[in-house]
Nanobody
Framework: DVQLVESGGGSVAAGGSLTLSCTTSNYANWCMGWFRQVPGKEREGVAAIVILGGTTYYDDSVAGRFTISQDNAKKTTYLQMNSLKPEDTAMYYC???????????????????WGQGTQVTVLG
């Protein structure tokens, strides 16, 4: 089984920055993604990266503010979050997809393994 471990969550003021990290035990993931969820809402895709080639995808709500990156040697995926807004407050989850093919990279239902989440709180 693939295990994912997130870290880096915390509380920051609006306009601040935070970087999340996700380390995976698998060496052959096709895609890594970051998702977030708040009470009463569906889990939504934030950013994703295709390991082979490095193609990235972002939800419109974070484009230009968040950056996803990958360190293959460390098997770690990062989410650099800048210009944080109160509406970014959520539980952030790291996810891994093992298979390739053509699919929507920010689709929650397309991922195979999930971390337990790290809380991000942006103070207004």
């Amino acid at each position: 089984d693939v295990q994912l471990v997130e870290s880096g969550g915390g509380s920051v003021a609006a306009g601040g920055s935070l970087t999340l990290s996700c380390t995976t035990s698998n060496y052959a993931n096709w895609c890594m993604g970051w998702f977030r969820q708040v009470p009463g809402k569906e889990r939504e895709g934030v950013a994703a990266i295709v390991i082979l080639g490095g193609t990235t995808y972002y939800d419109d709500s974070v484009a230009g503010r968040f950056t996803i990156s990958q360190d293959n040697a460390k098997k770690t995926t990062y989410l650099q979050m800048n210009s944080l807004k109160p509406e970014d407050t959520a539980m952030y989850y790291c996810a891994a997809r093992l298979g390739g093919g053509s699919w929507y990279a920010l689709d929650t239902n397309k991922y195979d393994y999930w971390g337990q989440g790290t809380q991000v709180t942006v103070l207004g």
